[in-house]
C-alpha cells in the first residue's frame, strides 16, 4: 500500500526578506481576520507593512529565518521510520503544507499526486483543533488537491499519550536540569486566541485546559500550576490569564516559574524568541527566579510513536475526520470539526 502522510503547520519565513510577504498571508486569512476580502486585504498590507521590521529584528534573532521547517521536516522523517518499522511493506510518505510560507499545499498536492497514493491522512501538527489552524489549513488543502487516494483526516489528538508523556517528560528533565529549585509554578502556555473566536464554538480552549490537566496529573510534584496565554495581537479582547500577567503574578508572590509551551510541537518564534527573549527579560525584572523553559516535542520518540499510531488508527476507519486519542468534545462547542462537518 502507497501511503501519504500530509503535515500541516503554519509555515515561517525562510529569509528576512519574507518576512513580509508572510505577514500579509497570515493577516489576509479570513480565518485570522474576519472581514471582508475588501477589507481584508489593505488590513493585511498595513499589518504587513508596519509590523515587518519589529517581526525582522524577531527572526534575526533565531539567525534570519524561522526553524518551523527544517523542525518539521525533521519530525516528518521521523515519522516515516515509524510507520514502515511497523510494516515493513508499506510505502510510507510524509509530505509537508504550510499554511502561509513555503512549502505551500498546492506544493505539497502536486507532489502527493505525483506519488499517487492508495491512502492519505492528513495529519496536524497542531494538536489542539482550532478554526484559525487546522480548519483553515484544512481548507486550504481541499482547495487544491485532485490527485488519487482514499482521504482521513485527524482533527486533533489534545490528551493522547504519547503527547502527554512527551510533555511531562520534558517538563520533569528541565526542572532537575535547574537541580529540581523549590517554589517554582508550572505555566501551561499556549498561543492565545481573540475571546470572540472561542465564544463562537471553538474547542481550543477546552483542549489546551484538557491537555495541561492530563499533563499535570504526572507531575504531581509540580502541583502549582495554572494555563496562560501568550502572542496577543492587536485591540481585540484575547483569552485570559495572559502569560506575561502570570509571571508578574508569580514574582509579586516571590516564586519562578518553568513554562511549557503545549500548544506547539516544534521550536519557532513564539519559543524561540517570545518565551527565551521577551519572557525571560521580564521575569528578570519582576524578580521571578528561576526562569525556566520546557523544550517542545519535536522527534521525542513517544511523540512520533503516537503520531504513527494516529496515522495507523485513521487508515483503519470509516470515517473521513475524526480525533485521536481519548477527546472528544463536549457540548456546546459548535465549531468542532465533527460537529462543523468538515469530512475531507
Known amino acids: 500500500m502507497k501511503l501519504a502522510v500530509v503535515l500541516f503547520n503554519l509555515g515561517g519565513p525562510d529569509r528576512l526578506s519574507s518576512v513580509k510577504p508572510f505577514l500579509f498571508n497570515l493577516f489576509s486569512d479570513p480565518a485570522i481576520i474576519t472581514l471582508p476580502a475588501i477589507a481584508r486585504y489593505p488590513l493585511a498590507a498595513l499589518i504587513s507593512t508596519t509590523r515587518e521590521k519589529v517581526a525582522q529584528a524577531n527572526y534575526a534573532i533565531m539567525g534570519g529565518a524561522s526553524p518551523l521547517l527544517p523542525e518539521t521536516e525533521g519530525q516528518a522523517r521521523a515519522l516515516e521510520v515509524a510507520l514502515k518499522a511497523s510494516d515493513p511493506q508499506l510505502d510510507a510518505r510524509c509530505f509537508i503544507a504550510m499554511r502561509y510560507w513555503k512549502p505551500f499545499a498546492r506544493e505539497a498536492a502536486a507532489a502527493v499526486a505525483a506519488f499517487a497514493p492508495d491512502e492519505i491522512v492528513l495529519l496536524p501538527l497542531y494538536p489542539q483543533y482550532s478554526t484559525t489552524t487546522t480548519a483553515s489549513s484544512l481548507k486550504d488543502w481541499l482547495a487544491v488537491y485532485r490527485g488519487p487516494g482514499r482521504t482521513r483526516t485527524v482533527c486533533c489528538y489534545p490528551t493522547a499519550r504519547g503527547l502527554v508523556e512527551a510533555h511531562a517528560e520534558a517538563i520533569r528533565k528541565t526542572w532537575g536540569t535547574a537541580g529540581h529549585p523549590a517554589g517554582v509554578r508550572l505555566l501551561f502556555s ?124 485513521a487508515v483503519g476507519r470509516d470515517g473521513g475526520v475524526a480525533p485521536h486519542g481519548p477527546w472528544r468534545c463536549p457540548a456546546g462547542h459548535a465549531k468542532c470539526a465533527l460537529r462543523a462537518g468538515q469530512a475531507a
Open 190 to 313: 499556549a498561543h492565545g486566541l481573540p475571546q470572540k473566536i472561542v465564544d463562537g464554538g471553538d474547542p481550543y480552549r477546552a483542549q489546551i485546559e484538557a491537555l495541561a490537566e492530563a499533563i499535570a496529573v504526572q507531575l504531581p510534584e509540580l502541583a502549582d500550576w495554572r494555563v496562560c496565554f501568550q502572542s496577543r495581537v492587536g485591540r481585540l479582547q484575547w483569552l485570559t490569564p495572559s502569560t506575561d500577567d502570570e509571571i508578574r503574578r508569580a514574582g509579586a508572590e516571590g516564586k519562578g516559574v518553568l513554562v511549557a509551551p503545549i500548544a506547539f510541537v516544534s521550536e519557532h518564534v513564539e519559543t524561540l524568541v517570545e518565551l527565551d527573549h521577551e519572557y525571560a527579560h521580564l521575569a528578570k525584572a519582576v524578580g521571578c527566579k528561576p526562569y525556566l523553559r520546557a523544550p517542545t516535542p519535536g522527534v521525542a520518540l513517544g511523540f512520533i510513536a503516537e503520531l504513527a499510531r494516529a496515522v495507523r488508527e
